[in-house]
């Protein structure tokens, strides 16, 4: 019996032995277990989201809390890492936790791509009445002319008290440097179309020539009749010379330009020198801001005109060249004589020509501009061909089918060209040929 109760005994104490060995190894566990939860809430801080989400915060960041080590609160099952709202550790390509928990950044989903369509408004509405970009000013002017809106640099243009250009006017010319024939028979062939009525009945340079002649109407002199048809004033041209050596040079000053002036100057009284300069030649003054020149040398009035082709592209060669100026959406157009250089030229005599009648002594028609720089009858209406014109495109011109140029006047023998906007001083807009 003793024997019996020994070995129980034995037995007992062994078992006790054995729990608290088991005891003694589990203990630290459990400790060390529950400090790895950060003593907050089982799911990892949850009211401090913000600190949570930092390296030290909640039960998150490198350390995990005081419990850190993979097995403790910091390793991925831990309260760092992805669930604890802290930094994971340093693993190769840990797979994201898609519902993660804790102080960490909460994912959402994200929102849905919107969807372009080519055409956001496949079926735009029209509104009423749309406005058209044409011209809203009846014809005015001469007959089988147009007007065009008219532009602030009009506004002003009046008389001053002195003599115009009238009646018979001789025109001396000089071609310095190089021209070629077909360029000099352009300007020759405009000349002789401003007397020329055969084409009358369409689109005509002599239209043109009408409205430059009526300035005479409003000088205010006793029995003048502004509904009349103006007296007519004749382009003569008395001498051509052409100075293909440039015996001044190929930069021209002022200086030399009196003596080219002189030297072209027929003697002839009521005498217009005009002075062509080729594409090679500089001239001062000219293409920066103005096209042609007019002036009195020796009280005798002038006029000189340059090629821009090389020299002024940009600045004096519109509508054949891209003006080089915030002007958008340009239109350029081909020239109706093949030509960009003359042609362009061409226009600037024009403008120039009509200046220089209406305004020779600078005592005539113009109103003060910039730089003193009057604006007259050609500079009131820069840039305007045609009716419906707009800043970059020339408005309404003719194409020819067979060449691909424009031009808005037809000459003698039904020469082609393209003539400026000239200011009209019966309707006091912009008269255009077309």
Same mark, same amino acid.
């Given at each position: 019996?003793?024997?019996?109760?020994?070995?129980?005994?034995?037995?007992? #104490?062994? =078992?006790?032995?054995?729990?608290?060995?088991?005891?003694?190894?589990?203990?630290?566990?459990?400790?060390?277990?529950?400090?790895?939860?950060?003593?907050?809430?089982?799911?990892?801080?949850?009211?401090?989201?913000?600190?949570? !989400?930092?390296?030290?915060?909640?039960?998150?960041?490198?350390?995990?809390?005081?419990?850190?080590?993979? &097995?403790?609160?910091?390793?991925?099952?831990?309260?760092?890492?992805?669930?604890?709202?802290?930094?994971?550790? !340093?693993?190769?390509?840990?797979?994201?936790?898609?519902?993660?928990?804790?102080?960490?950044?909460?994912?959402?989903?994200?929102?849905?791509?919107?969807?372009?369509?080519?055409?956001?408004?496949?079926?735009?509405?029209?509104?009423?009445?749309?406005?058209?970009?044409?011209?809203?000013?009846?014809?005015?002017?001469?007959?089988?002319?147009?007007?065009?809106?008219?532009?602030? #640099?009009?506004?002003?243009?009046?008389?001053?008290?002195?003599?115009?250009?009238?009646?018979?006017?001789?025109?001396?010319?000089?071609?310095?440097?190089?021209? $070629?024939?077909?360029?000099?028979?352009?300007?020759?062939?405009? =000349?002789?179309?401003?007397?020329?009525?055969?084409?009358?009945?369409? #689109?005509?340079?002599?239209?043109?020539?009408?409205?430059?002649?009526?300035?005479?109407?409003?000088?205010?002199?006793?029995?003048?009749?502004? $509904?009349?048809?103006?007296?007519?004033?004749?382009?003569?041209?008395?001498?051509?010379?052409?100075?293909?050596?440039?015996?001044?040079?190929?930069?021209?000053?002022?200086?030399?330009?009196? !003596?080219?002036?002189?030297?072209?100057?027929?003697? &002839?009284?009521?005498?217009?020198?005009?002075?062509? $300069?080729?594409?090679?030649? $500089?001239?001062?003054?000219?293409?920066?801001?103005?096209?042609?020149?007019?002036?009195?040398?020796?009280?005798?009035?002038?006029?000189?005109?340059?090629?821009?082709?090389?020299?002024?592209?940009?600045?004096?060669?519109?509508?054949?060249?891209?003006?080089?100026?915030?002007?958008?959406?340009?239109?350029?157009?081909?020239?109706?004589?093949?030509?960009?250089?003359?042609?362009?030229?061409?226009?600037?005599?024009?403008?120039?020509?009509?200046?220089?009648?209406?305004?020779?002594?600078?005592?005539?028609?113009?109103?003060?501009?910039?730089?003193?720089?009057?604006?007259?009858?050609?500079?009131?209406?820069?840039?305007?061909?045609?009716?419906?014109?707009?800043?970059?495109?020339?408005?309404?011109?003719?194409?020819?089918?067979? !060449?691909?140029?424009?031009?808005?006047?037809?000459?003698?023998?039904?020469?082609?060209?393209?003539?400026?906007?000239?200011?009209?001083?019966?309707?006091?807009?912009?008269?255009?040929?077309?």
């Amino acid at each position: 019996m003793a024997a019996s109760l020994m070995g129980s005994g034995q037995r007992l #104490a062994a =078992l006790a032995l054995c729990l608290i060995l088991l005891l003694d190894i589990t203990m630290p566990s459990l400790v060390l277990a529950n400090k790895a939860k950060g003593g907050g809430h089982p799911r990892g801080g949850r009211g401090r989201a913000q600190k949570g !989400s930092g390296h030290k915060g909640g039960g998150g960041g490198h350390k995990g809390g005081k419990g850190g080590g993979p &097995k403790g609160g910091g390793g991925p099952k831990g309260g760092g890492g992805p669930k604890g709202g802290g930094v994971a550790p !340093s693993v190769p390509n840990p797979k994201p936790n898609p519902n993660p928990v804790g102080g960490g950044i909460p994912k959402h989903k994200p929102n849905p791509v919107p969807v372009i369509h080519p055409n956001p408004n496949p079926n735009p509405v029209i509104p009423p009445n749309p406005v058209i970009p044409t011209n809203p000013i009846p014809a005015g002017g001469a007959p089988g002319g147009g007007g065009v809106p008219v532009p602030e #640099a009009g506004k002003g243009i009046i008389y001053h008290g002195g003599p115009l250009l009238t009646g018979v006017l001789n025109l001396s010319i000089l071609f310095y440097g190089q021209f $070629t024939a077909e360029q000099k028979n352009v300007v020759r062939s405009f =000349l002789r179309s401003l007397e020329n009525t055969e084409n009358d009945h369409i #689109a005509s340079a002599h239209r043109w020539w009408d409205i430059v002649e009526s300035y005479q109407l409003f000088t205010n002199k006793p029995g003048l009749d502004p $509904t009349a048809a103006p007296p007519r004033l004749r382009i003569k041209v008395g001498t051509q010379q052409s100075d293909d050596k440039y015996t001044v040079g190929k930069v021209l000053t002022i200086d030399f330009i009196n !003596s080219l002036f002189k030297k072209a100057d027929s003697g &002839k009284p009521n005498t217009l020198v005009v002075l062509f $300069t080729g594409s090679q030649v $500089t001239v001062q003054g000219l293409c920066r801001g103005k096209c042609y020149e007019h002036g009195l040398v020796d009280n005798k009035p002038y006029l000189i005109v340059g090629n821009p082709e090389i020299e002024c592209p940009g600045a004096c060669a519109w509508p054949f060249n891209r003006l080089e100026y915030g002007v958008p959406n340009q239109v350029t157009v081909k020239p109706p004589n093949g030509n960009a250089g003359i042609d362009a030229m061409l226009i600037n005599f024009a403008s120039g020509l009509a200046a220089a009648v209406t305004n020779p002594f600078n005592t005539g028609f113009f109103k003060p501009g910039p730089k003193d720089d009057p604006i007259e009858a050609g500079t009131a209406c820069d840039n305007i061909f045609g009716s419906g014109a707009v800043p970059g495109q020339t408005g309404k011109v003719e194409l020819d089918p067979a !060449s691909g140029g424009s031009y808005n006047a037809i000459g003698e023998k039904g020469m082609k060209f393209m003539l400026p906007s000239v200011w009209n001083p019966r309707t006091n807009n912009c008269w255009t040929a077309l």
